[in-house]
T-cell receptor, first 113, second 119 residues
Framework: KNQVEQSPQSLIILEGKNCTLQ??????????LRWYKQDTGRGPVSLTI?????NTKSNGRYTATLDADTKQSSLHITASQLSDSASYIC????????????FGSGTQLTVLP | DTEVTQTPKHLVMGMTNKKSLKCEQH?????MYWYKQKAKKPPELMFV???????INESVPSRFSPECPNSSLLNLHLHALQPEDSALYLC??????????????????FGPGTRLTVL
C-alpha cells in the first residue's frame, strides 16, 4: 500500500530560525514528489515538485531534497517568517496513477515572534 | 490566471437541504477534482473529471453528486447530508497532459475550499 509519512507532526520555532521537515514514502513505482503549504482553512499551494532524477530544488527560502534510493525527502526553510506558519504536506505520485496522489498527514509549523 | 475559485466560502446546511458547491478555473486545465478534508487530516480524493467525463469515483456516498458542465466548471451537489460530512471541500485542477500514451503527472492547483457545516 502506498504511504507517505511525515515528521515531526508539529514544530514550533522562533522567527528567523531555520528548520527541516522530513518525508518518507513507500509509493511505487515513483513518479514525483511535491511539497505543498496549506494555511488553515485554505487550499494547499504547491512549493516544489521533484522527479526521480532531481535531488534538490529551491523556491525562495524553501529548499527541497529528494533521495530516491532511500525514499526520503526533506523541506528546509531558511530564515523563517511569521507567514511560514502553516501545514506542510508531502505529496507523492505513482507512475501510471497520475491523478491519484498519496498525501502525508502534514507537519504543522508555528513560527513565533 | 493561475487561480481556482470556489463558492461559497462557507456553507451551513441542515440534513434535509439541497445545496451546491461550485468551482471554476480558467487555466485551460482538463482535469478537475473534488477532495474532502477533515481537520488536521490530509485531503481525501472524492471525484476526478477528465475532459468533462467522470474518471474516478472513490466510493463516495450518493448524497454527493458531481457535475462538470464544461471544461472550466465543476459542481458538487449535496443532498441529505450527515453531520459527519462537515469538512473543508477542496476543488483542484490540473493540465491532464499525456506522455507516450500515459497520463503525465501534472501539478494540481487547489482552490481555497468551501467550509461546510451540516447541522
Amino acid at each position: 500500500k502506498n504511504q507517505v509519512e511525515q515528521s515531526p507532526q508539529s514544530l514550533i520555532i522562533l522567527e528567523g530560525k531555520n528548520c527541516t521537515l522530513q518525508c518518507n514514502y513507500t509509493v511505487s513505482p515513483f513518479s514525483n514528489l511535491r511539497w505543498y503549504k496549506q494555511d488553515t482553512g485554505r487550499g494547499p499551494v504547491s512549493l516544489t515538485i521533484m522527479t526521480f532524477s532531481e535531488n534538490t530544488k529551491s523556491n525562495g527560502r524553501y529548499t527541497a531534497t529528494l533521495d530516491a534510493d532511500t525514499k526520503q525527502s526533506s523541506l528546509h526553510i531558511t530564515a523563517s517568517q511569521l507567514s511560514d506558519s502553516a501545514s506542510y504536506i508531502c505529496v507523492v505520485s505513482a507512475a501510471g496513477s497520475a491523478r491519484q496522489l498519496t498525501f502525508g498527514s502534514g507537519t504543522q509549523l508555528t513560527v513565533l515572534p | 490566471d493561475t487561480e481556482v475559485t470556489q463558492t461559497p466560502k462557507h456553507l451551513v446546511m441542515g440534513m434535509t437541504n439541497k445545496k451546491s458547491l461550485k468551482c471554476e478555473q480558467h487555466m485551460g486545465h482538463r482535469a478537475m477534482y473534488w477532495y474532502k478534508q477533515k481537520a488536521k487530516k490530509p485531503p481525501e480524493l472524492m471525484f476526478v473529471y477528465s475532459y468533462e467525463k467522470l474518471s474516478i469515483n472513490e466510493s463516495v456516498p450518493s448524497r454527493f453528486s458531481p457535475e462538470c458542465p464544461n471544461s472550466s466548471l465543476l459542481n458538487l451537489h449535496l443532498h441529505a447530508l450527515q453531520p459527519e460530512d462537515s469538512a473543508l471541500y477542496l476543488c483542484a485542477s490540473s493540465q491532464d497532459s499525456w506522455d507516450r500514451g500515459r497520463p503525465h503527472t501534472d501539478t494540481q492547483y487547489f482552490g481555497p475550499g468551501t467550509r461546510l457545516t451540516v447541522l
